[in-house]
């Protein structure tokens, strides 16, 4: 019997190691600068994308991969052996990534193929990803992965602060957020993602104040509970390895990974952006 496949979306972002060690198919997403049409992650990184940005006379766009994309992807799967399909994606309230690989699923009749909306994205979506190669690994079945990976999706949570609101207003994921708009500059707002959707949490004044409010938040939540934790972040890697330190001291981490956000994420959410990904880990 050949093993079960892992797929999963650019937006995940997780670190190659992990990509490598677990076998993990991703499915670029693109990020376009006007006529100009970049693979997500592959054909232009985050540096790049920061690095381009300010100069850009056109805002960049992003769309979905395409039900082909994924139809190569999985018959790629199917050639290496593979018996099953679990394919996990940015949440369909944010990307019509989800129905792209439904309408691929139909294509690939040689295995089951098991499409899950993570209702997440970035280290959210990639922990969800992780937990079920971590059960496929202890000899869990894929019913028993899948099971996983949806307790993980409905403990998750995931606080972030932007340095402006414009990119999620120009890129239409504005969200609850909706709300801030308008704010004073000195204000930041604290943001998370609910029901797959980006939400508005509270108005903190400084940067920093509201990342230490988010921290705060997260460990009166985990309550001395064991946690799994990622700090991810758009063109501000030193703030992040702050935060990560922080998140470190005042919360009960099994794992703790540091990730930039992929440059499509990047997009909408803008450079400066710092989010901190919480679940409890299952005992």
Known sequence: MGSVAL???????????????????????????????FRDGVEITPEQFYARLPSSPVFPATSQPSAGDFVEAYRRCVEAGA??????????????????ALLAQDQVPDVPIHVIDSLSTSMGLGYQ??????????GRTVEEAIRRVEQVRDRLRILFVVDTLEFLHRGGRIGGAQAFLGSLLSLKPLLTLKDGRV??????????RALQR??????????????????????APQEAEEV?????????????????????????TGPGTIGIVVYPVEP
């Open 129 to 138: 990803v992780l937990e079920a190669a971590w059960a496929l690994e202890a």
């Open 7 to 37: 797929v999963t979306d650019s937006t995940a972002y997780l670190p190659p190691d992990l990509i490598e060690r677990y076998r993990i198919t991703v499915v670029p997403l693109y990020v376009r600068f006007g006529d100009q049409v």
């Open 199 to 208: 939400d508005a949490v509270e108005r903190v004044r400084l940067k920093r």
């Open 214 to 235: 988010a921290i705060d938040l997260l460990v009166a939540e985990a309550a001395g509970r064991p946690v799994n934790a990622a700090v991810i972040h758009a063109a």
């Open 83 to 100: 018996s099953a399909i679990l394919s996990t994606h940015i949440s369909s309230k944010l990307s019509g990534t989800v129905a792209s």
């Open 244 to 268: 990560a330190a922080a998140v470190r001291a005042q919360l009960n981490c099994r794992q703790l990974i540091v990730s930039e956000l992929s440059p499509v994420i990047g997009t909408h």
